[in-house]
């Protein structure tokens, strides 16, 4: 299922820190529940491959070669299109300086969709597309929950849209929709209530679309959390949800996964000491981590990261505490230098993130382990830029 | 005086959103000052070239094709020394799973000097260059704040340390210190105040450990804002700095340069807008600008960035004030929607970013223009990971 790779000689101990481990075992398990609960609900999975932009994890997430996918930059459909991929959702509001490049994408017999929210790029999208001669799949994106781009449901600005689409050479393709949101919510029944909102957002605007004579086959929702605990998604065609497939604290946070089954961490070796302060520091700093903190929002703040041994088992209240460029500090959550361990110097230690779209994308491959093993079975690459 | 580049028939107008622009004259200006600094106060420069992660930049940063470096990662000092630059100090702290590596950098003929701050590290060091019969040059850290690593001056851990070196084959280059902490000041005055401190932390240390016999001809210290604002480095032999050849708004709020100096800039589209709320999104998100938030901690908090046009003119008070994965939300910093700019949907801006070093890395190559002109006169890579 996975592309091939030649066995690795080496385990996490023979590495140079800081690397990026990821834990297959896990990963799969992760998969395996999402694609269960999307299955149970009756909708189609377009996963979002913004998180692990690897060719791997997208065959594992599919249990296929190929799929539909959701891409977050066109560096993204030109590299799963070089693998095969032809369903692809761009799901960033489009911009004219793309134009050109996704016209040349369709020509290359890529089915890429472009994502837009108002009159004035639908205007210029048509424009650029009639003087060429071409057509183009749009998406209209809606906001259901005030978090960042879209139409307003109800708000009237979503049938001159698809008229200019349709006045145009472009084939309206349904509506799309994201509870950026549902990252803030306090409870499970939160998030519920999140997801059935974001349905209700899509879902109104498809039907107010139809009903206006606007064919809009397809009805796109998702994130993590809220396809997690969505209990019914009638009208719903899709889901999209990207960060399921590691996981990550700010998920462990939100109820969403449990911290052990996070999938990724970074590996770092312990440098040295400041007794007095109970600080450990190690060779993972915010490059190796990423300055996301998303987890100070919570209830429980895990700093720049929850620490683990070598095996990847949680040492409980040990956390990353501060970071700068290439150093990490670490202690206990407390701040009691006498609650901290006493890792020797060149002591490995794992790391897991805040977020792991954030922590991944500094790294450049996956260092691949099963189920806690510190052999390191296959290294996946990952990309990134536009 | 850099690497020659093939003149490119494009300019800023005709890139894919989001790229990192970097202003040359901006550039060379800053590297003017910081060398003027640097040689009215009659000490050697080691630029710490972690910034960039540029050949182009540490060339016009030495005015020479090489010279002594500081480097963050070993593979910093691989790709620098591909280039011919063999006197290279790596400032983080050395680990036993990279021993190997940094003696086959000395094999190779780079004077890698490497950074310790304890017995035990020193002791697993020189074990293992006694054992291959190697040599190699260490310095030790001293903690001059309280920010990081580092050796307390007159702790009686710094004797220890020398000695475990004359008793290997390890050779005691000098003390290095980094105020870390001057990014946190409050005034120039305390800047000033931070720069005496870390001086007097090296020079005590170094004239320590000759007064006990151990040869220590090198003092090194440095951070942009403690070299910017030193008036006398008497005892010091080298200072390092790294962020100052571009600049961010963490400076720009410390006063050590005015946000219009800073060299390096994302630009970005506009994607849309919620009229209501006064938002424009964009296409540059955190992934094009990173996580760093650098200036939350300061009197002003500049959001995700501050905005400019196109020609680089800083737009007053208009910043970014959240990022999404490959969003951003532009609006004016006082939140009141009636006193946001209306950019139509395409238009290109430029924003300034907190954290140069950040958000740099989260780039494979800056679009070099010169002096506020749309030309992109040249493309220079730069790299990353370890």
New interface residues.
Partial sequence: MHTPQAAQANDL???????LVLDRQKMNINITRMRGQLARLGVAFRPHV?TSKSIDVARHTLGAETGPITV???KEAEYFAGFGFTDIVYA???????FQ?VFDLRARGVALTVV???V??AH?LAAYAAERDVSLDVMI?I?CD?H??GVQPGSGELLPIAQRLAAGKLMLKGVITHA?NSYSCKSTEEIAAMSRQERDAAVSCAQSLRQHGFPCPEVSVGSTPTAYFADDLAGVTEVRAGVFVFGDLVMGGLGVVQPQDIAVSVLT??????RK?GWT?V?AG???M????GTSRQRVDQGYGVVCNLDGEILEDIVMVDA????G?IAHRSGDPRKSPDF???TLLRILPNHA??TC????RYHVVDGGGLAVNAVWPRF???
Same sequence: chains 1, 2.
């Fill in positions: 101990r023979t590495l140079e820190t800081p690397v913004k977050s930059t066109l960033v509001g489009i911009t004219p300086n793309k490049h837009l929210d108002s004035g790029m210029a994106e906001d005030g960042r781009s950026g070796s312990v440098v040295g000491h400041q302060k520091i060779d915010w490059m190796a990423s300055r996301d903190r700068n460029q290439e150093h500090v020797p110097v060149g779209c954030a994308a500094q790294h450049d990134r830029g536009w």
